[in-house]
């Protein structure tokens, strides 16, 4: 093989290769857009779909912690002390989830269902006995009482109630009644004049087994951004407890579904029920879980800030002459006038002036923050820390004489901790998916690593095939004889023997 025809072989092979790079580079513009498409249409709120199953019923254990305040200065408090309370907690309990009459409508462009939740006691994961423990703490239905019960007459015939219940400011209960109800004799009374009115409180009354409205959810079909989005809560797309229109709309998830293909600029919103408000969640850092990348999200302190800090929460004010400061929201506009006030756990995020008005305050990021570990790829949520904190605003009331020394404090009743991770199985479907999209995305690349190694290998073989063919060469071409072979007795005697025998 000439040197010429080793040039021509390695022009062609190169020229190959810049043909496979040039396919690899058309095939990395078309690649991930069809895979992100079949992701798409993958990842839909439709019957048979990768994630309508799970969605339905969600596989991953939930935990709800429940976390009470007691109350250990109760004489002293009356007379205008500091409040000094102690935590105890937690009382687990495993929380059971599922989505109940789902209903594809709008010619399946939209799914209609019902969050449906349960919770059964795990004494293993609990510090005692709910039935048993007891916590001294504010009595929730004395308070909403008085609140919608103020100036003459009514404050005095409140009064009367009172006193024939032998109602008190703060009471004592067991935990199980706490959460799940107890007969009060104060509702009792006023039950009798206000049928509407109801006899049992618990802070969790009613709702295990039961669900918390009819939710109309995008199924993510006509656009995967979409997915999981509420379109109405209960047939309405705005609420009607707050003073503004940015205040009482209803968007964003339920919290168990976001959309695939996050990026780290967006933010999450997620309807809450219970906080009677949308909240928002904004990026925090990567992690990873059981070997899956996530986004963390979490609430800003925004989200809670007061109207100064954040005039679009100006909504949030009850009245104008109610607005809260930062870290706290007053929600007894969708608690019957109840002063229940909602925030984070130890009021993390809140102004000062509320955490060093309670002796046992400890705010902690590590214990206390709200979190949402999405898998960026799939929207997937791979690990979630709900945590927020039920108070009670307690202040002078006129008419109400136990209340002259009170100071006006955000009192905190408890907080709870619902949490949830990705189990193994579902960890193992979610990694494989991300293996076939990584694989599918960096396919281009695989092509021009395999034609790099293509041309690699055959210029070795032409080189290879090339010393051959020289070392052959070599070995069949002519040398002249030396001037001392012409010399040696051998071949003066071969030829001299040559020519006598031809004689």
């Not at 009607?240 to 998830?253: A, D, E, Q, R």
């Not at 997937?380 to 002078?396: D, G, H, W």
Request: charged share 20%; hydrophobic share 40%; net charge positive.
């Amino acid at each position: 093989m000439t040197r010429r025809s080793c040039a021509i072989y390695t022009v062609g092979a190169i020229c190959a290769l810049l043909l496979v790079t040039g396919i690899a580079l058309m095939v990395a513009q078309v690649f991930p857009s069809i895979m992100h498409k079949r992701l798409k249409k993958e990842i839909v709120l439709v019957e048979g779909s990768r994630v309508f199953d799970s969605w339905k019923t969600p596989p991953p254990p939930v935990f709800m912690e429940y976390f009470f305040f007691n109350v250990t200065n109760v004489d002293e408090l009356l007379k205008g002390a500091k409040p000094v309370v102690n935590q105890v907690g937690p009382y687990t309990y495993r929380e059971y989830r599922y989505k109940d009459n789902v209903t594809m409508v709008e010619n399946g462009t939209k799914v209609l269902a019902y969050n449906t939740r349960s919770f059964v006691f795990l004494r293993d994961k609990s510090v005692g006995d709910p039935a048993v423990d007891a916590i001294t703490t504010v009595n929730i239905p004395h308070w909403a009482a008085m609140n919608k019960m103020q100036g003459f007459p009514k404050s005095f015939m409140l009064s009367m109630m009172i006193s024939a219940s032998k109602s008190t400011l703060f009471t004592t209960r067991t935990v199980h009644e706490l959460l799940w109800g107890y007969h009060d004799a104060l509702l009792d009374r006023i039950s009798r004049s206000k049928p509407e009115v109801e006899k049992v409180f618990g802070l969790m009354y009613k709702k295990n087994g039961s669900h918390n409205g009819e939710f109309v959810f995008h199924t993510g079909e006509q656009n995967y951004l979409d997915y999981g989005r509420i379109e109405t809560w209960n047939g309405e797309r705005q609420l009607t407890y707050w003073s503004t229109n940015i205040s009482n709309i209803i968007t964003g998830s339920d919290g168990s579904a976001f959309h695939p293909l996050l990026n780290r600029s967006e933010r999450i919103y997620v309807f809450s029920p219970d906080l009677c408000r949308t909240i928002y969640m904004e990026f925090e850092k990567d992690v990873k879980v059981k070997g899956i990348p996530a986004y963390r999200f979490t609430p800003p302190r925004s989200v809670f800030a007061s109207k100064q800090e954040n005039p679009a929460n100006e909504g949030f004010c009850v009245t104008p002459q109610e607005c809260l400061g930062t870290g706290v929201l007053k929600v007894s506009p969708c608690r019957n006038g109840a002063p229940v006030v909602a925030s984070f756990p130890h009021f993390y995020l809140a102004e000062d002036k509320y955490i060093s008005a309670i002796e046992g305050m400890s705010p902690q990021r590590s214990h206390h923050q709200t979190f949402l570990d999405l898998n960026p790829t799939t929207g997937v949520i791979v690990r979630a820390n709900k945590r927020a904190q039920v108070n009670v605003l307690i202040k002078k009331i006129s008419g109400y004489p136990d209340t002259k020394a009170l100071n006006e404090t955000i009192f905190p009743v408890m907080f709870l901790n619902e949490s949830v991770e990705i189990d193994d199985a579902s960890a193992a479907k979610v990694n494989k998916l991300l293996m076939i999209v990584n694989v599918g995305s960096n396919f281009p690349l695989i092509i021009m690593g395999l034609g790099g190694i293509m041309l690699l290998v055959f210029i070795i073989l032409l080189v290879r095939a090339h010393q051959q063919k020289t070392s052959t060469e070599d070995d069949t071409s002519y040398t002249p004889v030396s001037s001392k072979e012409k010399d040696d007795g051998q071949n003066g005697n071969y030829i001299g023997l040559t020519a006598k025998l031809e004689q």
